[in-house]
């Protein structure tokens, strides 16, 4: 049995639209969040996943969960 903390990271996955957003530098200005155009080295622009994906965090200490991308925008 999954534990909450996996049950909440794998309804935020399923939610994943396959944009490639959060795999792209983001800028703050208050309370507006900018998505530039530089993205993840690991990012595959044709496809817009991550060609690390199971590896992420430990392969790109700056990526964010799904969590994190839906809740900064």
Do not use: W
């Amino acid at each position: 049995m999954a534990d909450k903390n996996e049950e909440e990271q794998q309804t935020f996955e399923n939610l994943c639209r396959r944009c490639g957003k959060c795999c792209h530098q983001k800028v703050r200005f208050g309370d507006v969040v900018v998505i530039t155009d530089v993205s993840c080295e690991f990012l595959d622009p044709v496809t817009n996943l991550c060609t690390v994906y199971p590896e992420r965090f430990v392969r790109q200490p700056l990526c964010s969960s799904a969590e994190v991308s839906a809740s900064t925008g």
